[in-house]
């Protein structure tokens, strides 16, 4: 069965870095187009990141600068650094599976809380 289990989350203080992870497992993770997507409290989804089978990244224009997207496929994983960590940052962090950059996801993780303080 298909999953996406995301990692790394936690409490940090703004300034920081911080990387998360996610481990793909069920399909062939490098056929596919991947993303990453954060909630903050009380809010809907929003994506932050795109990154396409070649390894190719886009960013939502709000993520541009302090986020990097990655992937790794030879042990099936994706990965998001945040530079400079602000509050507004503070969510719930989720792997996407996507068809096509910056359309809908079809497949999500659970999510990784994220929590920021100032």
């Known amino acids: 069965q298909a999953s996406l289990v995301e990692s790394g989350g936690g409490l940090v203080q703004a300034g920081d870095s911080l990387s998360l992870s996610c481990v793909a497992s069920?399909?062939?993770?490098?056929?596919?187009?991947m993303g990453w997507y954060h909630q903050a409290p009380g809010k809907e989804r929003d994506a932050v990141a795109w990154?396409?089978?070649?390894?190719?990244?886009e960013y939502a224009d709000s993520a541009k600068g302090r986020f990097k997207i990655s992937r790794n496929n030879s042990n099936n994983t994706l990965f998001l650094h945040i530079d400079n960590i602000k509050p507004a940052d503070t969510g719930t962090y989720l792997c996407?599976?996507?068809?096509?950059?910056?359309?809908?996801?079809?497949?999500w993780g659970q999510g990784t809380q994220v929590t920021v303080s100032s």
């Open positions: 996407v599976r996507i068809a096509h950059i910056q359309e809908q996801p079809t497949m």
């Open positions: 069920g399909f062939t993770f490098r056929q596919w187009n």
């Open positions: 990154i396409n089978a070649n390894g190719n990244a």
